[in-house]
């Protein structure tokens, strides 16, 4: 019926006047609309919001104007993405319609903030919003696996700040899994690509053991995506471990603040994620350095014990476990005190006995400094207590 | 891989528990000789396991972009 009326519109344009065609009303507004949707099928609009007004929860009006006009705009409550307020700048994606009472509306399919002044107050809105809510709250917070095995990177692949990610975690740790699941991080699909890789990882079989979400730093609109009420509560509610690094240090995300712990950067974001590989082999040599020590304490004891009896039996038999020991510290290459010396220890002793305290020394006693090279015959001057 | 990863930590545990006998004050020369020479084991264990590992990257093939 609409198509047939477009076709009188059409032919009576060429007619000569006192022809043209008559319109019922009805059909004069489908024809307007049907037009409408050919040449402006999606129309994009900047302006500021006024006499913003939700009705029934459901429906969603107001006024988007600039200093010399307004046009009225509707749209659903379910389409709204971000927090509005009267006075904001908003870019909406809409379609222009009149409606069946003759009023000229945009019926708004999407709507994006515009503006560095409207991103902060939808910030806050949101922030003070979900704070309320108890979703940032650090009882919910669960602690990082100090070791993760498996972990999800929600991130723009080609992206320099998961460049700097993966660098850092090379050259922190290694013999960990990453999969990428790779989303656009800005624009208008970000979010939905953020939310679903969130589910993605959430359903996987795979068992992942942290979940970690980057992007490199931007301006307040670059990151939306991570400012977005739904990407906020998709992050809370993940099953797995979150982690977040996202902008530059000043940069305080919803998602960042909804997320189990939150790095100030990508780059920070493998420093919390991972331990680093120098500090874990210092640990592991320190301890080594222990065990060696108590095992050539324990030798020195009873080498003496063994001289003390005269027990020459018991002395031989002990004297082959010595031996034994002996031979699998010459094994220990590298983690005999000689490796300290090396690296600029030095051990003291007195009387034959590595000193261990300041108690068995007094001023005037002769003592030995062993350094790698050398041995330093000493004599004590003052012994003072560390605190 | 992964298997590595989760030994890398339980030898680290092992290698915690012998150094805590070590400490304690009842210390047995046959028993320490063991414990001596398992702590030897798992320190170049965890020396080489530690500075070997790599990680692996794999970018997922699932797109999650619209059009796909």
Redesign the interface.
């Known amino acids: 019926m609409v198509s047939h009326n477009l076709d009188l519109f059409n032919s009576g344009l060429d007619d000569p006047p006192g022809v043209a065609p008559i319109f019922t009303v009805t059909d004069f507004v489908a024809v307007i609309n049907q037009t409408l949707s050919v040449a402006y099928p999606d129309v994009i609009v900047e302006g500021e919001v006024s006499s913003y007004k939700v009705n029934q929860n459901k429906f969603v009006f107001f006024d988007l104007k600039d200093e010399m006009s307004f046009v009225g705009c509707f749209m659903m409550v379910f389409n709204l993405r971000v927090p509005l307020e009267d006075g904001m700048k908003v870019r909406v994606k809409a379609t222009p319609k009149l409606t069946d009472k003759g009023r000229f509306s945009l019926t708004i399919k999407s709507i994006q903030l515009s503006g560095e002044g409207s991103l902060k107050r939808a910030y806050e809105i949101l922030k003070t919003k979900l704070e309320k809510e108890g979703l940032f709250a650090s009882a919910r917070k669960r602690i990082l696996p ?2 993760p ?2 972990v999800v990177i929600i991130a723009s ?1 080609d992206s320099a700040g998961y460049g700097d990610f ?1 660098k850092i ?2 050259e922190r ?12 991080v800005q624009g208008e ?1 970000a979010p ?2 953020v939310i ?2 969130l589910d ?1 990882a959430n359903e996987s079989a795979q068992s992942y053991d942290v979940i970690v979400l980057i992007r490199g730093g931007g301006s307040l609109e670059d990151l939306a995506a991570f400012n977005d009420e739904a990407v906020a509560r998709a992050i809370a509610s993940s099953r797995i471990p979150t982690l977040v690094g996202v902008g530059h240090e000043v940069d305080v995300t919803l998602a960042g603040l909804a997320a189990d712990k939150r790095a100030s950067t990508p780059s920070n974001a493998a420093q919390i994620l991972l331990p680093d ?1 120098r500090e ?2 210092s640990l ?1 040599d320190g ?2 350095i ?2 060696n020590n ?2 050539t304490r ?1 030798i020195d004891g ?1 080498r003496r014990e063994s001289r003390d009896k005269l027990d020459f039996q018991m002395g031989s038999l ?1 004297e082959t ?1 010595l031996n ?2 002996s031979a ?1 510290m010459r ?2 290459k590298g ?1 005999n005190p000689r490796q300290a010396l090396q690296r600029g220890y030095s051990i003291a002793r007195f009387a034959g006995s590595v000193l261990k305290s300041g108690k068995s020394i007094k001023s005037g006693d002769a003592i030995v400094l062993e350094l790698s090279d050398a041995l330093i015959d000493s004599e004590v001057k003052n012994v003072k207590a560390k605190n | ?2 298997k ?3 030994s ?2 339980q030898k ?1 545990k092992q ?2 528990v ?2 805590q006998w ?2 304690s004050d009842e ?1 047995d ?2 028993e ?2 063991l ?3 398992e ?2 084991v798992l ?1 170049n264990e ?2 080489s ?12 093939q ?5 059009d796909q």
Do not use: P
Request: proline share 0%.
């Open positions: 100090e070791l095995q498996r692949g993966e975690a090379d740790w290694g013999g960990v899994e990453f999969d990428l699941m790779h989303v656009q699909d939905r690509q679903e890789a993605f590989r874990y082999l592991v301890y080594a222990s065990i108590f095992v324990l009873r002990l476990k034994d020991i699998l094994a220990l983690y | 891989m992964s590595q990863k989760t890398i930590q680290m290698l915690e012998i150094v070590f400490e210390v020369i046959d320490a000789l414990k001596y020479e702590g030897l320190v965890l020396q396991d530690v500075k070997v590992a790599k990680n692996k990257f794999t970018k997922l699932k797109s999650f972009s619209k």
